[in-house]
């Protein structure tokens, strides 16, 4: 029950924040933050408990979010349809793939969901007359105030922690971590591997498509480059669980809360700070430095996961016990 308290207590002051929290680009970052506790617990179940590595979060993203997208434009249909089908429409694309791919293993696999990802970006650009092309999708948001996306962002990021939590204490998840572990001894002891290797594909499409879906209806604008992009969805999926923890419940949320923010730092330069002191000290080096920390934030997650991979292997949670012997000086087994 102890175990439980801090989580909740957690979601609590989450859900309590608007209320003394009233700035919408802070609001805008929280909505960002439990966007990709979603995606980063998605790619934790298929990569850290399953040990399927994929690359192919963008692909799922981006079948969630034209689907929400499509249904406005072609059907006149609202775009929240889209959140209780964008998660199954990753899961129509996922299958079949994993039907196919899972015959593969290791980086042979992964470099299959890369293609993935490329086969559906290219296919959206090419299919001009449905899906807009490069010209995209645009919709007019639901809200105007931030308050009614932050609270389902904050339900889903909620149901999907507490769904990895019950479906990696449950049966398929000790198999999910056998396979992970030594897939020709599982199969050895009966276990269909590659039936539970397409049940974490379809759990990890299912929770990327419905994040898809919500962007779509978040930001109001979708393009190929933008749902189907490798860097920004895909890899930042891969750092949010490494950062995190791979193979932990809690661990994308604080992958999360970490990549969000160093993003957001390298984006604003710092909170503005380099180029507050460039104003004040009158200094053109300083502004420069600022223009170019905003465009460098792929160097910071870069230098952040070798810092990582060097200091802590298991991410922040795999490794908390480390963490709080070496830096609060308390007993791991405390």
Request: aromatic fraction near 14%.
């Amino acid at each position: 029950m102890k175990k439980n308290l801090l989580p909740l207590a957690v979601a609590g002051l989450v859900a309590a924040l608007p209320l003394v929290m009233r700035d919408d680009y802070y609001l805008h970052l929280m909505i960002l933050f439990m966007m990709w506790v979603v995606i980063g617990s998605a790619w934790n179940l298929i990569a850290g408990y399953t040990g399927q590595v994929s690359f192919g979060d963008a692909a799922f993203f981006g079948c969630g979010a034209y689907t929400a997208g499509l249904l406005a434009h072609h059907l006149g249909v609202s775009t929240w349809w889209g959140l209780a089908l964008g998660g199954f429409t990753a899961i129509a694309v996922g299958l079949p793939f994993g039907w196919i791919c899972f015959r593969m293993r290791g980086a042979y696999f992964a470099l299959a969901t890369l293609a993935l990802n490329e086969v559906l970006r290219h296919g959206a650009t090419i299919a001009e007359k449905f899906t807009g092309g490069m010209v995209g999708i645009l919709i007019m948001p639901s809200f105007m105030s931030k308050i009614p996306y932050y609270y389902i962002a904050l339900a889903m990021a909620v149901a999907s922690i507490a769904s990895l939590r019950w479906v990696v204490r449950s049966k398929p998840g000790y198999y999910f971590v056998s396979i992970r572990e030594d897939q020709d001894a599982a199969e050895s002891l009966g276990i269909d591997t590659h039936l539970y290797k397409m049940l974490a594909l379809a759990y990890a499409a299912f929770w990327t498509g419905i994040a898809g879906a919500l962007y779509m209806n978040y930001m109001g604008f979708i393009d190929p480059t933008v749902v189907f992009n490798l860097h920004d969805i895909s890899i930042m999926a891969i750092l949010v669980g490494i950062v995190g923890g791979v193979g932990t419940v809690y661990g994308p949320a604080v992958g999360a809360f970490v990549m969000v923010t160093v993003q957001e730092l390298f984006r604003s330069g710092f909170f503005g700070l380099f180029k507050w002191l460039g104003d004040v000290s009158g200094s053109s080096n300083l502004a420069k430095v600022a223009e170019v920390l905003t465009q460098a934030h792929v160097l910071g997650f870069g230098i952040l996961v070798v810092l990582v991979i060097l200091i802590l292997p298991n991410g922040i949670v795999g490794d908390w016990p480390k963490i709080r012997k070496r830096v609060f000086r308390l007993d791991a087994g405390a």
